[in-house]
């Protein structure tokens, strides 16, 4: 994950709506689409698929919707001279329609949280490495905590209908009502300011295409199961680097793309009710004073540009890192930023978001916060020495402003290799508060995990 940066300047705002035609990165046409069908001055309406089209930069100055189509969407991404299939299944559906009106309240609540059956079976894996019972029945029960799964690369979307199929049958055979979370996180030029990135999709190759593919066929998946609530946490990291990591060639080069992928995926989620929170990175990132007001204008302006999408619930913090929510003293890597946890921070970004026209509410990850005072700078992040499972998920929260508290990364899964000849090498990774012997991000880190289990806090 990345962390905080010098902040600079925005250089680019989306513009508000203009009447009768549609601002930049908003709908402009489609199957059943009713919105203006031009785009503002310097914006071009192009055809994406039977029911999208999109006001993308361009030079005419109100161009009229590509022609659309009844048939349905294929689900080939191009990759080159030749066009191939992408996900381990096609999948083809119907423009998924308008889920109606999402809930006036927390989405969380009256739901049973659907546990990741993947994450279920590394934990029982782990388990049985585990040679003290004690701490072999500890962690046993991480099993039983929901922690939202990570859509990482296209080939994982079937995987969305199967957990959903299952969350459907397990409602229809006990009565309870189930929500599945999920992470949005297949960018092209995902992590533009990391030292190393894992993303699949480059901008230079078709990555904007792909990526709305990729969008595609996750809500191809939830419209197959209305019945079932879906949460999403949208692209850690990616708005949070248009605040503050322009000077980073690559950030800079990729903002005009994150912009029009992150308006597709909410837009498109929105017509199957997924319920969204978008990244806004953490305390000690965003938090800071000179950060903060650009981070609300830059949130704001593109959920109006979007459409003000009514599924947009709020803002994700803390994912995959280790803040505490309150802190009871202010850890001293932390100094000089009055928003030393997250709950301050939330408390900050909340009223401008609210006077901007952002909803402002927020969920939080506590997932590998149970033990602070343990990094040597706000920005390290990988596999941190020490750390230990925070609250475990609960819409109790302690603030109006909180629908819950969750476990967004799953805990024991790493977050990037020690090994320095791997092309996936991060520096943060060999740093002196990062837990020694990591194997490649993403696969199963045992004695991380162990740790995670016997510094838990409160404990397991």
Known sequence: MLKFAALLSLTFLIPAFVDAQASLYAQCGGTGFSGPTTCVSGATCVFSNPYYSQCLPGTASASTVAPTTTAKPTTTVSTGPTTTPVGTTTVTSSAPGSTGTPVAGNPFTGFTIY??????????????NITDATTAAKAAKVANIPTFTWFDQISKTPLLGTYLADA?????????????????????????????SNGEFTIANNGLANYKTYIDQLVAQVALYPTVRVVAVIEPDSLANLVTNLNVAKCANAQTTYLAAVTYAIQQLNTVGVYMYLDAGHAGWLGWPAN????????????????????????????????????ATPDPITQGNPNYDEQLYINALAPLLTSSGFPAHFIVDQ?????????QQWGDWCNVLGSGFGTQPTTNT?????????????????????NTSSPRY???????????????AGTWFQNFFVTLVTKANPAL
């Open 367 to 375: 997932g590998r916060s149970g033990v602070q005072n343990i990094r």
């Open 426 to 440: 991060d520096y943060h990774c060999g740093l002196a508060d990062a837990t020694p012997n990591a194997p490649e």
């Open 398 to 418: 302690g603030s109006s402003l909180i629908d819950s508290i969750v476990w967004v990364k799953p805990g024991g899964e790493c977050d990037g290799t020690t």
């Open 292 to 327: 903060i007001q650009p981070a609300a204008q830059l949130f704001s302006s593109l959920f109006k540009s979007a459409g003000s999408p009514s599924f947009v619930r709020g803002l994700a913090t803390n994912v995959a890192n280790y803040n505490a929510l309150v802190a």
């Open 115 to 128: 546990t990741s059956p993947y994450y279920a079976a590394e934990i029982q894996a782990a388990v049985g």
């Open 168 to 196: 459907a049958a397990k409602q229809a055979a006990s009565g309870q009502k189930y929500l599945v979370q999920i992470v949005v996180y297949d960018l092209p030029d995902r992590d533009c300011a990391a030292a190393a």
